[in-house]
Nanobody, 118 residues
Framework: QVQLVESGGGLVQAGGSLRLSCAASGRLISIYRAAWFRQAPGKEREFAAAMSWSGGMTTYADSVKGRFTISRDNAKNTVYLQMNNLKPEDTAVYYC???????????WGQGTQVTVSS
């Protein structure tokens, strides 16, 4: 099992920045890829960014490309999402997820709220 705990959400004005953290614990060897998803009110959960657990490859949704950066601190087993130039449409609950390489994103955090005011 893998446990994921997010932190770092909050309220920020448009154009501002936030950094989300996702602390991973448990059977980390089973993680193939880590990702951030988000879910806005009344909308389906959508992919934002992902990176291989080895740290070599990253992918981004077009809506966040150039503004968000996913990274990992190996020593702390923590994945980050640096969000710059935030827009009101980025308002959502952000979830950290871990892909086990077999059955998909099997592990999820509890989510952290990000609110961007205009």
């Amino acid at each position: 099992q893998v446990q994921l705990v997010e932190s770092g959400g909050g309220l920020v004005q448009a154009g501002g920045s936030l950094r989300l953290s996702c602390a991973a614990s448990g059977r980390l060897i089973s993680i193939y890829r880590a990702a951030w998803f988000r879910q806005a009110p009344g909308k389906e959960r959508e992919f934002a960014a992902a990176m291989s657990w080895s740290g070599g490859m990253t992918t981004y949704a077009d809506s966040v490309k150039g503004r968000f950066t996913i990274s990992r601190d190996n020593a702390k087993n923590t994945v980050y999402l640096q969000m710059n130039n935030l827009k009101p449409e980025d308002t959502a609950v952000y979830y950290c997820a871990a892909h086990n390489g077999i059955s998909g994103y099997a592990y999820w955090g509890q989510g952290t709220q990000v609110t961007v005011s205009s």
